[in-house]
C-alpha cells in the first residue's frame, strides 16, 4: 500500500522460488488477508479501505492468477471494513471485520453465513486451529479511540469447524 494511503495505488506481490518478486495484482488499496482454500486454487484477498473482498483463481503450476480477480463481498458502510482472514475445513471464509467488533462467515458462494461478535471494536485477523474447534482472533489496541479490555488481546472462540493445515507453495506442485 502507499504510505498515504492513496486510493488504488497499492499492489499485491508474490515471491518465487527463486527469489523473484512479481506483481500480480494492481488498483487496490490497503491489501489484507490473503487467505487460501485447501487445495490452493483460490485466493481470498481484502481491500480494506474499499470494504471489497475480492476473489482470484489461483494457477497451481505458475502460481499466477487466472483472469482478473472477481467481488466476492462488498461491505456497505457501517459493517466494518475486511482485515485477516482464513478458510475453514469446509471451504466457508471467516473474516476480521475492522470497526465492527465481529468476524464473518461466508459459503463459498459469497452468502454471508454467521456473524461473530467479539468484545474489542477493533479484530484484525483471524485463524482456525486444524485440531479443534477454536478461532483464534487478533484484536488492535494501538490507535484505538475507545478500547476495551478485550482491545490488543489474543481472543478464543469455540465454533463448529476446524482450520485446514498450513501448505508450502512449490511452483509446480502446488
Not at 63 to 90: H, I, K
Not at 122 to 138: E, K, W
Request: hydrophobic content about 35%; glycine content about 14%.
Amino acid at each position: 500500500m502507499a504510505y498515504d494511503g492513496a486510493p488504488g495505488a497499492g499492489s499485491l506481490y508474490r515471491t518465487d522460488a527463486d527469489g523473484t518478486v512479481v506483481r500480480v495484482l494492481d488498483g487496490l488499496t490497503i491489501v489484507n488477508g490473503p487467505a487460501f482454500t485447501a487445495d490452493g486454487t483460490t485466493m481470498y484477498l481484502a481491500d480494506t479501505a474499499a470494504g471489497t473482498i475480492l476473489r482470484c483463481r489461483v494457477d497451481l503450476v505458475s502460481g499466477d492468477l487466472s483472469g482478473g480477480p472477481e467481488t466476492f463481498a462488498q461491505l456497505r458502510d457501517g459493517e466494518g471494513s475486511p482485515d485477516g482472514m482464513t478458510v475453514d475445513d469446509e471451504g466457508c471464509l471467516w473474516v476480521a471485520m475492522w470497526g465492527a467488533g465481529a468476524v464473518r462467515r461466508y459459503h463459498p458462494d459469497g452468502r454471508l453465513l454467521h456473524t461473530l461478535t467479539v468484545p474489542a471494536p477493533h479484530p484484525t485477523s483471524v485463524c482456525l486451529h486444524p485440531n479443534d474447534n477454536r478461532l483464534f482472533v487478533t484484536t488492535a489496541r494501538h490507535g484505538v479511540k475507545n478500547p476495551t479490555a478485550a482491545s490488543g488481546a489474543v481472543l478464543t472462540i469455540p465454533v463448529p469447524v476446524r482450520g485446514t493445515a498450513a501448505r508450502s507453495w512449490r511452483r509446480g506442485r502446488g
